[in-house]
């Protein structure tokens, strides 16, 4: 954690405390040995498996005196604790049977000696699921240390306290949690008083995010402190909201990219990069074409998904594209020649666009809102489009159609570039799996997809993942719940569809696609700051 000394007040998980507060973070457990900070969304953040985290432990620990690495562990929760925290006058310490417990116990110890050096009321209460003889080597002489300064063990959490640390389960989980630990899960997971969770939230796969236990309801402050390495498992599919505001702490421990590489990396774009000043003397030639096809009409199968394609189409001209073209499915060629929202935006039938050198010039968005009709462009699409971004019923067509496979397959040896957007139940469909599946491992799935077709895959989701073959996958840090309404995932194929119109021609393609990605969740996460809980539809998305 950094702190500005010439500051007369420090902001800490968006609470101000005064000067006196910020002298007794110091000051707690002497003074500050490591660069804590929280994890933000201003520069991309490397994300490392249990494998290269365990790697990069032992390596540390060979290296350091005895249970050094877990006084620094201990140290640093201690400190984010106080920070957190400051007022708490009962902090529960809930210690598992490893060494995640024994992180607990330093930082336990800490808490309560600074407390009597200081005159403090607080009192720290230990509980420990598993049997003391049991511990590790370093956690059994943290519970000795603890032991010794006056601290106790008890039977049972407390009936009330101001904040909890979340020490029972490390990155070693496997497996449901029962007994003690089950049981203690359920009142972390159900308190109103704020958590700390300790490297993982307690049961939350890091590798994968996936949160394994007893369900309840989620806090309404909730905190992790993840040691030595980021885990990817924070950030994606049930992690996001389990771990909550994410603090790091790499414990003072270098980690050699070449010794123990990021298995993935966390998508966060300054925003500056976003907005950019074009040049005097562009026009809207010189910023790209987008067309899109979609939009399926009632007298094609008796229901409408026009919305969905102009959803795309408004959110291309908006996020910059120079020229976007609509092409509505099955519409009659005079059906609709003008949208009064947005009347930038130049309609064309499908036949009209397939004439000439459109499809092969501009980058195509396909399959929004395309239903059973988009199948027959298909074809003509894959073959043409040099630049595709595929969405919806156009995944939902490709994965039944063997024919449609092929062509799909065949675009990565002609060097041109796909992006695939599907969510968890289309992924599943092309992969031909289930949706749990998918959500078991969702960097696995969009891997196994950008593998399989040769493409660019935009898993959407919580922690969307972005994956290319042959590269590190990417996790999207931007975006939150407000995203959860029909016509976003639109919104999005219509950015990536100007983002790569928009591209300059050294670019790489992946990043291009996590940027536009990045964006999405970005204005989301700019709603909620300025609107709070109001609902977000799909079109305000780009206003």
């Known amino acids: 954690m950094a702190f500005d000394e010439a500051a007369e007040t420090v902001t800490v998980a968006g609470v101000p405390h005064d000067q006196a507060t910020r002298e007794k973070v110091v000051l707690c457990c002497g003074l500050m040995a490591h660069a804590m900070r929280r994890i933000g969304f ?25 249970h050094a690495l877990m006084a620094r562990a201990g140290q640093a929760i201690a400190h984010l604790t106080m920070a957190l925290a400051p007022h708490a006058q009962r902090i529960w310490v809930a210690c598992g049977p490893g060494n995640n417990g024994g992180d607990g116990l330093v930082a336990a110890t800490l808490l309560h000696t600074y407390a009597r050096q200081h005159g403090l009321r607080t009192q720290i209460c230990i509980t420990l699921a598993g049997h003391p003889s049991a511990l590790p080597a370093d956690a059994a002489h943290a519970l000795g240390e603890a032991l010794t300064c006056g601290l106790q063990l008890s039977d049972e959490p407390p009936t009330t306290f101001d904040f909890a640390i979340d020490a029972l389960l490390g990155i070693g989980t496997t497996r449901e949690p029962d007994g003690a630990i089950a049981k203690q899960l359920v009142l972390l997971r159900n308190t109103l008083a704020p958590v700390l969770s300790v490297d993982v939230p307690s049961a939350l796969l890091p590798d994968t995010g996936v949160l394994l236990g007893p369900a309840g309801a989620a806090p309404n402050v909730r905190y992790t402190l993840s040691l030595l390495t ?20 790499d414990l003072g421990v270098n980690n050699p990219p070449t010794a123990h590489p990021a ?27 987008v067309l899109v096809i979609g939009g399926q009409g009632v007298k094609n199968a008796g229901s409408a998904m026009v919305g969905a394609a102009v959803l795309a189409a408004r959110s291309a001209i908006r996020t ?6 609509l092409s509505l ?11 009064p929202e947005q009347p930038e935006l130049m309609f064309r039938s499908v036949e009209a666009a397939c004439q000439g050198d459109l499809l092969e010039r501009s980058v195509v968005v396909c399959g929004c809102g395309g239903g059973e009709s988009i199948a027959a462009q298909l074809p003509s699409v894959l073959s043409r489009a040099r630049t595709l971004v595929l969405d919806a019923d156009a995944l939902n067509a490709i994965a ?3 024919h449609l496979h092929i062509l799909l397959t065949q675009r990565q040896a002609r060097a041109w570039t796909t992006v695939i957007t599907p969510h968890p139940l289309e992924a599943a469909r092309l992969l031909g799996t289930t949706t749990a599946k998918v959500m078991a491992d969702r960097l696995a799935a969009g891997t196994q997809l950008s593998e399989r077709y040769g493409v660019i895959c935009v898993l959407k989701g919580s922690g969307s993942v972005i994956t290319a073959p042959g590269r590190p996958p990417y996790i999207n840090g931007s975006g939150n719940g407000a995203l959860a309404t029909a016509g976003t995932g639109d919104v999005l194929a219509g950015m990536l569809g100007a983002a790569f119109a928009l591209a300059s021609p050294g670019e790489q393609p992946l990043n291009t696609a996590a940027q536009a990605v990045f964006h999405h969740g970005w204005l989301a996460d700019q709603w909620v ?5 109001q609902p977000l539809t799909a079109d305000r998305l780009t206003r």
Not at 48 to 53: D, F, G, L, M, R
Not at 230 to 244: H, I
Not at 529 to 533: D, E, I, K, L, V
């Open 42 to 66: 201003d520069q991309f953040e490397p994300l490392h498996s249990v494998q290269a985290t365990r790697a990069l432990e032992r390596a540390a620990n060979a290296q350091l005196p005895a």
């Open 230 to 249: 980021l885990k990817p498992g924070l950030f994606t599919a049930q992690g996001r909201d389990a771990a909550g505001e994410i603090w790091f702490d």
């Open 263 to 289: 298995g993935c990396m966390l998508c966060a774009f300054p925003i500056e990069t976003i907005r950019t000043i074009r040049p005097h003397a562009s026009h809207k030639g010189s910023h790209g074409e």
């Open 320 to 325: 910059g594209a120079g020229r976007v073209y």
């Open 329 to 339: 499915l099955g519409a009659p060629h005079s059906a609709t020649e003008f949208d």
């Open 400 to 402: 039944t159609d063997s």
């Open 529 to 533: 700051r300025q609107h709070g809980a």
